[in-house]
C-alpha cells in the first residue's frame, strides 16, 4: 500500500494551492481518506477527510469555507484544494486511509491505517 502526496510549495497568503494523494496497491471502496498537517513545533491535526464509497465529507473548523476535499475514483487520487491561505496554514500535509471509513471518526488520526510521506505547504510572502 502507498499513499503518495504531492503538490506543495510555497504560496504568498491569500494564494491557493492543489494537493494531491494517490493511493496504489489498496481498493479504496471502504475507505475514508483524510488530509492531516503538522506545523514546526505542533502536533498533528486533522484537515479534512472524505468517505470514497458515497463522498462525505468533514472538515476542521480552521479551513472550513477555503478549503475543498474532492475525489477522482478513475485515478484513485484525493485532491485538498486550498484557497485564501494564511501564514498559519504552513505545515507538512499528510495524507491517511482510514479502512473502518466511519463518519464520526473521520477526524481521528489514530483511526487511520496507512500514511503517506507529507508535503510541505509554505505560506510566506
Known amino acids: 500500500v502507498q499513499l503518495q502526496a504531492s503538490g506543495g510549495g510555497l504560496v504568498q497568503p491569500g494564494g491557493s494551492l492543489r494537493l494531491s494523494c494517490e493511493a496504489r496497491?489498496?481498493?479504496?471502496?471502504?475507505?475514508?481518506v483524510g488530509w492531516f498537517r503538522q506545523a514546526p513545533g505542533k502536533e498533528r491535526e486533522f484537515v479534512a477527510a472524505?468517505?470514497?464509497?458515497?463522498?462525505?465529507?468533514a472538515y476542521a473548523d480552521s479551513v472550513k469555507g477555503r478549503f475543498t476535499i474532492s475525489r477522482d475514483k478513475a485515478k484513485k487520487t484525493v485532491h485538498l484544494q486550498m484557497t485564501s491561505l494564511k501564514p498559519e496554514d504552513t505545515a507538512v500535509y499528510y495524507c491517511?486511509?482510514?479502512?473502518?471509513?466511519?463518519?464520526?471518526?473521520?477526524?481521528?488520526?489514530?483511526?487511520?491505517?496507512?500514511w503517506g510521506q507529507g508535503t510541505l505547504v509554505t505560506v510566506s510572502s
Open positions: 491517511a486511509a482510514d479502512r473502518s471509513s466511519i463518519t464520526s471518526t473521520m477526524g481521528n488520526m489514530g483511526v487511520y491505517d496507512y
Open positions: 496497491g489498496i481498493d479504496l471502496d471502504y475507505y475514508a
Open positions: 472524505i468517505k470514497w464509497s458515497g463522498g462525505s465529507t
